[in-house]
């Protein structure tokens, strides 16, 4: 919605070939929306015009030190040379900041989707600016033009040498009036604010010296044991030490028994983590998942990485790029990112299922409770870790014109960072863009299937059909829900709210948990059988698979993506919402089964490659603060983006590297420790 209303205003912003370079009309608004009226007629001064309107219709609500700037003429060449030139343009925010007595503002509407730079003297504030613009939408615009700009404007026409063209020139003044009254009715409905300064963040909270004493600890504990690790090898001797390394998962820390620090310390050993990290058990049955998982979480940063320029976020200079690309069939790939969410989905379903049942028929019993609890502990001193961290370290990271939109959503941490922690932020808060650490949403749904998933397989011993029938229940309810809320809320491909009612909710996205579950219960039951699918139905499964995958994914490609006029019914799109991330589950498993059975060709052997299983292992890492780095990053942009294949690329590699090195740290100091000690408490001895 945001790229079809920012393409929207571009196209209203044509304007005559011979006499205007696009522009807002009046000279108010031209000051408040950033953009500047230059005629190509020497004979009509622009700024003096200009001034004059300003001085004489919109300075008598803002304070006298900012009206006697705004009446200087030699303060206008400034004004005009470093303020956004266009609607939805940033200027120049060096330029501005570096001209002595002037400030640098934005005017931030519609939800971030209108962002216009303006260049003002020093001494207008933010409340003066917006008593400019309150003045300007209590004018008759239409009137206002007419009694102010035609006169000027035909003067200018009429130096145009060229009758045809001097013609036009005079023709186009309605459609300009016309262009104007549509914008300034637009602007004058939005929510709006002016932001002002480079909202630099200085001092130290209580936040800050609380997660740096926490690091401070977790950085000593890990230097202590690798001290303990370093001391204890040098006690062995040139001959003994390859043997270590060779005939031992881990080198031996004590020769005594271990103390309960000590033990404690073991923990956060970066060397036994590295390892941890970097082993490939040989007895692994389905090494496609971690392909499947690693390449799902490039799919999710390349997502992000574009979605985070779009308006809402930061915002582009080029929206009609979007509105044209978003069709092209070579870019559905991207525009079909979300999937790899459900990818994610299915194989937290697959995994719970599979190493469940293969317990059950192993002897062993399901701990549905202390599964509950082991998980809780397990997930959350990461999360805890990030949330922390997010909330009070990141906001010192940067500076700049949008930084505000960064410190608006950190604020939000100080009151609900807690709803992470108990994994409801994806019912309360309500809106997601007032969550803190929005993104967090698919761990609270993971949390909440899995709570459903370890009661549902708790029945398994007792009743398999009873099992069974309440895993194809997810399936069925993920469908429903989709559909009727779609329906109800009028939800489809190019309007609605899809985000606060579908996109978040773990009732809207249970089919691919379903999916989940029962694969890896069909897996765990009938592991030889599968091993000995022909050649002839292996391969069916792989063709039927892919060619499903990609027929979801590009499915979407003759949409138009309008939210007037979309070429696809209101049914046929709800049909889509509906049933698409069911069909995507059960085409991956598909995939899955193939590939576990032998069959998977070329698919198997790329999703096996062995750098997938350490990269997996880092998923979880990577999906928690990459969102954050792409966010530390783009809102210190000092101009909105161009979009464009290049750019974006760029961007994706920056921001995978840089997330999996902090995943990497993040693995070996705080969620393989949290492992260890959870492993301690079920009274596991860890290797």
């Given at each position: 919605?945001?790229?079809?209303?920012?393409?929207?205003?571009?196209?209203?912003?044509?304007?005559?070939?011979?006499?205007?370079?696009?522009?807002?009309?009046?000279?108010?608004?031209?000051?408040?929306?950033?953009?500047?009226?230059?005629?190509?007629?020497?004979?009509?001064?622009?700024?003096?015009?200009?001034?004059?309107?300003?001085?004489?219709?919109?300075?008598?609500?803002?304070?006298?030190?900012?009206?006697?700037?705004?009446?200087?003429?030699?303060?206008?060449?400034?004004?005009f040379s470093s303020s956004g030139r266009n609607l939805n343009s940033m200027g120049?925010?060096?330029?501005?900041?570096?001209?002595?007595?002037?400030?640098?503002?934005?005017?931030?509407?519609?939800?971030?989707?209108?962002?216009?730079?303006?260049?003002?003297?020093?001494?207008?504030?933010?409340?003066?600016?917006?008593?400019?613009?309150?003045?300007?939408?209590?004018?008759?615009?239409?009137?206002?033009?007419?009694?102010?700009?035609?006169?000027?404007?035909?003067?200018?026409?009429?130096?145009?040498?060229?009758?045809?063209?001097?013609?036009?020139?005079?023709?186009?003044?309605?459609?300009?009036?016309?262009?104007?009254?549509?914008?300034?009715?637009?602007?004058?409905?939005?929510?709006?604010?002016?932001?002002?300064?480079?909202?630099?963040?200085?001092?130290?909270?209580?936040?800050?010296?609380?997660?740096?004493?926490?690091?401070?600890?977790?950085?000593?504990?890990?230097?202590?044991?690798?001290?303990?690790?370093?001391?204890?090898?040098?006690?062995?001797?040139?001959?003994?030490?390859?043997?270590?390394?060779?005939?031992?998962?881990?080198?031996?820390?004590?020769?005594?028994?271990?103390?309960?620090?000590?033990?404690?310390?073991?923990?956060?050993?970066?060397?036994?983590?590295?390892?941890?990290?970097?082993?490939?058990?040989?007895?692994?049955?389905?090494?496609?998942?971690?392909?499947?998982?690693?390449?799902?979480?490039?799919?999710?940063?390349?997502?992000?990485?574009?979605?985070?320029?779009?308006?809402?976020?930061?915002?582009?200079?080029?929206?009609k790029t979007i509105t044209r690309d978003i069709q092209l069939k070579s870019l559905?790939?991207?525009?079909?990112?979300?999937?790899?969410?459900?990818?994610?989905?299915?194989?937290?379903?697959?995994?719970?299922?599979?190493?469940?049942?293969?317990?059950?028929?192993?002897?062993?019993?399901?701990?549905?409770?202390?599964?509950?609890?082991?998980?809780?502990?397990?997930?959350?001193?990461?999360?805890?870790?990030?949330?922390?961290?997010?909330?009070?370290?990141?906001?010192?990271?940067?500076?700049?014109?949008?930084?505000?939109?960064?410190?608006?959503?950190?604020?939000?941490?100080?009151?609900?960072?807690?709803?992470?922690?108990?994994?409801?932020?994806?019912?309360?808060?309500?809106?997601?863009?007032?969550?803190?650490?929005?993104?967090?949403?698919?761990?609270?749904?993971?949390?909440?299937?899995?709570?459903?998933?370890?009661?549902?397989?708790?029945?398994?011993?007792?009743?398999?059909?009873?099992?069974?029938?309440?895993?194809?229940?997810?399936?069925?309810?993920?469908?429903?829900?989709?559909?009727?809320?779609?329906?109800?809320?009028?939800?489809?491909?190019?309007?609605?709210?899809?985000?606060?009612?579908?996109?978040?909710?773990?009732?809207?996205?249970?089919?691919?948990?379903?999916?989940?579950?029962?694969?890896?219960?069909?897996?765990?039951?009938?592991?030889?059988?599968?091993?000995?699918?022909?050649?002839?139905?292996?391969?069916?499964?792989?063709?039927?698979?892919?060619?499903?995958?990609?027929?979801?994914?590009?499915?979407?490609?003759?949409?138009?993506?309008?939210?007037?006029?979309?070429?696809?019914?209101?049914?046929?799109?709800?049909?889509?919402?509906?049933?698409?991330?069911?069909?995507?589950?059960?085409?991956?498993?598909?995939?899955?089964?193939?590939?576990?059975?032998?069959?998977?060709?070329?698919?198997?052997?790329?999703?096996?490659?062995?750098?997938?299983?350490?990269?997996?292992?880092?998923?979880?890492?990577?999906?928690?603060?990459?969102?954050?780095?792409?966010?530390?990053?783009?809102?210190?942009?000092?101009?909105?983006?161009?979009?464009?294949?290049?750019?974006?690329?760029?961007?994706?590699?920056?921001?995978?590297?840089?997330?999996?090195?902090?995943?990497?740290?993040?693995?070996?100091?705080?969620?393989?420790?949290?492992?260890?000690?959870?492993?301690?408490?079920?009274?596991?001895?860890?290797?």
């Amino acid at each position: 919605f945001s790229v079809l209303l920012i393409s929207h205003t571009h196209t209203h912003m044509r304007s005559s070939s011979s006499c205007v370079c696009a522009c807002v009309c009046v000279a108010v608004v031209l000051l408040l929306a950033g953009t500047q009226c230059v005629f190509v007629s020497a004979s009509f001064d622009a700024n003096e015009f200009l001034t004059q309107q300003l001085v004489l219709n919109s300075v008598g609500n803002v304070s006298q030190n900012c009206a006697d700037e705004l009446a200087n003429p030699f303060n206008w060449p400034p004004i005009f040379s470093s303020s956004g030139r266009n609607l939805n343009s940033m200027g120049d925010y060096s330029s501005c900041i570096n001209k002595e007595g002037f400030r640098y503002c934005i005017l931030d509407g519609l939800k971030h989707t209108i962002t216009q730079g303006i260049c003002v003297p020093s001494q207008c504030s933010a409340e003066d600016l917006e008593s400019l613009y309150t003045t300007v939408f209590s004018y008759n615009i239409t009137q206002f033009l007419e009694e102010n700009v035609k006169e000027p404007w035909d003067k200018a026409c009429e130096t145009i040498s060229d009758k045809a063209k001097r013609a036009q020139c005079i023709a186009d003044f309605p459609v300009f009036v016309n262009d104007a009254q549509e914008l300034f009715d637009l602007l004058d409905n939005a929510d709006h604010s002016f932001q002002c300064g480079n909202h630099r963040v200085d001092g130290v909270d209580a936040g800050i010296v609380v997660m740096g004493f926490i690091t401070f600890c977790i950085l000593t504990f890990a230097a202590m044991q690798l001290y303990k690790d370093l001391s204890t090898f040098k006690e062995f001797s040139d001959e003994e030490r390859p043997m270590l390394n060779i005939n031992a998962q881990q080198i031996p820390i004590e020769k005594k028994p271990q103390t309960m620090f000590g033990k404690f310390l073991v923990a956060f050993s970066v060397r036994r983590n590295m390892k941890e990290l970097l082993s490939s058990p040989p007895s692994r049955t389905l090494k496609c998942l971690d392909g499947l998982r690693g390449f799902s979480m490039f799919w999710i940063i390349l997502g992000h990485t574009i979605n985070f320029q779009l308006p809402g976020f930061v915002g582009v200079s080029n929206p009609k790029t979007i509105t044209r690309d978003i069709q092209l069939k070579s870019l559905q790939f991207l525009v079909s990112a979300s999937y790899a969410v459900d990818t994610f989905f299915v194989l937290s379903g697959l995994l719970t299922a599979y190493v469940l049942i293969r317990k059950l028929q192993g002897g062993s019993k399901i701990p549905v409770f202390l599964g509950i609890l082991f998980r809780y502990l397990r997930v959350t001193p990461l999360l805890a870790f990030v949330v922390g961290t997010y909330a009070t370290l990141f906001k010192y990271l940067g500076q700049g014109p949008l930084w505000f939109r960064f410190l608006d959503e950190l604020d939000f941490c100080k009151r609900d960072w807690w709803q992470n922690l108990l994994y409801i932020n994806n019912f309360y808060p309500v809106i997601y863009d007032d969550q803190c650490v929005p993104w967090a949403w698919y761990l609270a749904d993971d949390m909440q299937y899995s709570i459903v998933g370890l009661l549902i397989l708790g029945l398994f011993r007792f009743t398999k059909k009873g099992t069974f029938a309440l895993m194809s229940l997810l399936v069925v309810c993920g469908i429903i829900a989709s559909g009727a809320i779609s329906y109800h809320y009028n939800i489809t491909l190019s309007q609605g709210d899809s985000q606060n009612y579908i996109y978040d909710k773990p009732y809207t996205r249970s089919a691919a948990y379903g999916i989940g579950l029962l694969l890896g219960a069909f897996l765990a039951m009938n592991m030889d059988k599968i091993r000995q699918l022909t050649r002839f139905a292996g391969y069916t499964l792989l063709i039927l698979g892919c060619g499903g995958i990609v027929g979801i994914m590009y499915s979407t490609a003759g949409f138009n993506y309008s939210a007037t006029d979309p070429n696809w019914s209101t049914d046929a799109m709800i049909v889509y919402q509906a049933l698409s991330r069911f069909s995507w589950s059960l085409f991956l498993a598909m995939i899955i089964v193939a590939c576990v059975g032998g069959h998977g060709w070329f698919v198997n052997w790329l999703l096996s490659l062995p750098f997938w299983e350490p990269l997996g292992r880092l998923t979880f890492g990577a999906y928690l603060i990459h969102p954050a780095v792409i966010r530390a990053v783009y809102f210190q942009k000092r101009q909105l983006f161009v979009i464009g294949p290049v750019e974006y690329s760029t961007y994706f590699v920056a921001f995978l590297t840089a997330s999996y090195a902090i995943a990497t740290c993040l693995f070996l100091l705080v969620e393989q420790p949290s492992a260890v000690l959870v492993g301690y408490l079920r009274g596991k001895k860890k290797r």
